[in-house]
């Protein structure tokens, strides 16, 4: 399949499932090492419940219980889900409605938006990363940046029709609640809010990237991944996932699966709060894995600081016993290692640590 429009040739897990492989293709086969259930004696992962946290309790007398219990999560497992967090459940409904229509469009239809340029606005694709993978993840995505919403909004799918109405209004909603979390998280760490939320854009400038994920039936599941281990760039990622799962996180160096909670969204923080909590907080590596019997969708909402604003340890949280242990970067550094080679779970945050630590204790 050649793909219109640009330079391009492959063939998304989309069409192969329209097609009915009855095999996976040796292309996305992953070594023995890599799939799902190696080094592990269970075929199923165990079920992990996350730290349910109400951040209703935010805006209320309650705000220090729901902040501590943020920043207990942030510190022991980097991800909790969130309930009773202001997004309707009715609009959460239209939203995975218009992303299945957009994923059953007609193979040319969804072609308009492929390109191998990863900082374009818009952009559909599949796998991780399509130009460096050795071997492929059974994904198809659709990826665009949501902030500046009234520049952005123009260049997102025009079809199914109602796309732009309803994708917009969601953004609008995950973005207040990207930046109550963010303000929690700032307040866990003893930081002063104004400073980390007003002063450096976070709440007014920070990007915001939305990415709908579709993963098919997979022919061979245990041979393959829908993502492949990674921890996040960025501060925030506020994911949606539906009833059927799928996503797993490293936890005791064990892969859990994240029971789904209806109605909830799951978040983590990215690198970028390790960074400025200078270790406090961890950005965990995590993964999805398919199934043979259904498709599945999920949404995931990232938010950053603004992509020329650099990020590094907080100075408040730097002392002699306490030594900064990365060093300052922004969103080209890590675009231009993730274009560069194929791109490992921690190779982001592993590229800024500093490597002399003992030399500068002494």
Known sequence: MVN???NLSFNTVKYLSEVGVKELPRSYVLPEANRPNANSTVSTPLQYDLPVIDISGLEGPDRFEVVSAIGRACQEIGFFQVINHGVEESLISEL???AREFFELPMEERNKFVS?????AVRYGTSFNYLKDQVYCWRDFLKHYCHPLDKMLPLWPSNPSDYRSVVSEYSKKVRLLGVRIMSAIVDSLGLPHNKYIVENGFSDESSQVMVLNYYPACPEPELTLGMPPHSDYGCLTILLQDSI?????LHDGQWKAVRPLPNSFIVNIGDHIEIL???QYKSVVHRVVVNSEKFRISVAALMSMPFEEKIGPAPE????HHPALYRATNFAEFMDLLTSKEYKARG???SIRHTDLDQRKS
């Open 4 to 6: 219109k429009g640009c």
């Open 96 to 98: 995975m409605r218009v």
């Open 116 to 120: 191998e340029d990863m900082m374009k």
């Open 245 to 249: 799962g799928g996503f797993q996180l």
């Open 277 to 279: 909590s200078n270790g």
């Open 317 to 320: 949280l730097i002392d002699e």
């Open 348 to 350: 982001f945050l592993d």
